[in-house]
């Protein structure tokens, strides 16, 4: 089934396993990392609801019974698409991190990610593996428009960009990360990312070398489980390779910002592929301090729509509601 003959969850369940975010104004973006994340701005969000977790296992399984939804993974590509792809290429499957045994050019991540035939949110790693005993880990292998039927079964949308961070951020504005401006504060690990050199040395230190159950690390100031880490989480803004500045006069501060807008979501790199791309935040289980510094609030990375992997997930907002008497 398709994401326009889904039908809306109704309203009352909405707000069960979401949190209540009171909106505010905070800085957005860094000045002091990866190019795409400057310049820091003000931004001004509305409340809004964000779910606990992110979307699980159990969660989408519930999803794919009561709809009948077939995930963009399991769909063979149609040639039309991918003009010039080789036809024994063009079969269901998705991308899985697929680890070297050895040391490797960091620039190329074609070093360790592979598509798999068969590959799909029920089986992660390939057409043997499985998500039995997984329920409580995070749904993966979700292209946008799978998170966008998701979200529109249940009610909900997905975040913008702001909201996400704000709501990362668990108010501490301006902070390193979500918990504040150490990585391991006591020495404890505080999301599921990676140890070790990237990728060919997992240490597992954190206690897991792949996605671990939503709630197997602190929530954050809002209570919010794994807005850092675990896997990376659709949003719903177009990708733009820098933020705006500052607006000129601090009355001009801008509220609920959509960044950017499809034509310009383009990769540059490639002129004639022309798959737009949106917003991936939170970093993932991938993320090494010699590779991808991204698990902080600030992060953000671009994702071609039509591309599902096995660490990206996502989570749903509600807005227009107000908290709980």
Not at 189 to 207: I, K, R, S, V
Not at 213 to 237: L, R
Request: glycine share 10%; hydrophobic share 35%; net charge neutral.
């Amino acid at each position: 089934m398709h994401g326009s003959q889904i039908k809306t969850a109704p309203i009352s369940a909405i707000q069960d396993g979401m949190v209540f975010i009171p909106g505010g104004t905070f800085r957005m973006g860094s000045d002091v990392h990866y190019a795409e994340e400057a310049p820091a701005h003000r931004v001004k969000v509305d409340a809004f609801w964000i779910d606990r977790t992110p979307v699980t296992n159990r969660d989408f399984r519930k999803f794919v019974n009561a709809t009948g939804y077939v995930t963009f993974a399991q769909i063979a590509p149609d040639p039309k698409d991918y003009p010039g792809a080789l036809p024994h290429m063009l079969k269901a499957g998705s991308l899985v991190f697929t680890p070297p045994n050895h040391p490797v050019d960091t620039r190329n991540w074609s070093q360790w990610w592979a598509f798999k035939f068969g590959a799909n949110w029920k089986r992660p790693y390939g057409p043997r593996s499985t998500i039995s005993g997984l329920d409580d880990h995070p749904v993966v292998h979700i292209a946008y428009r799978d998170a966008e039927a998701y979200a529109k079964w249940t009610g909900k949308d997905l975040p913008t960009e702001a909201e996400f961070e704000f709501a990362a951020r668990g108010g501490l504005d301006g902070a390193e990360f979500a918990w504040g401006d150490e990585l391991l504060p006591g020495g404890k690990h505080m999301a599921n990312t990676w140890q070790g050199a990237f990728p060919h040395e997992n240490l597992g230190l954190d206690g897991y070398e792949h996605t671990s159950p939503v709630t197997a690390f602190p929530p954050n100031g809002y209570g919010i489980y794994d807005m850092i880490g675990n896997v990376w989480e659709w949003t719903s803004d177009w990708y733009s390779p820098k933020h705006e500045a500052d607006a000129p006069k601090a009355c001009c501060i801008p509220e609920n910002p959509r960044g950017g807008f499809e034509g310009a979501s383009y990769d540059p790199g490639q002129p004639n592929i022309r798959i737009p791309r949106k917003v991936l935040k939170g970093g993932s289980h991938l993320c090494a301090p010699n590779y991808c510094r991204r698990y902080r609030p600030a992060a953000r990375h671009a994702e071609p729509v039509d591309t599902s992997t096995n660490h990206v997930g996502f989570r749903c907002v509600v807005r227009n509601v107000g908290p709980r008497p």
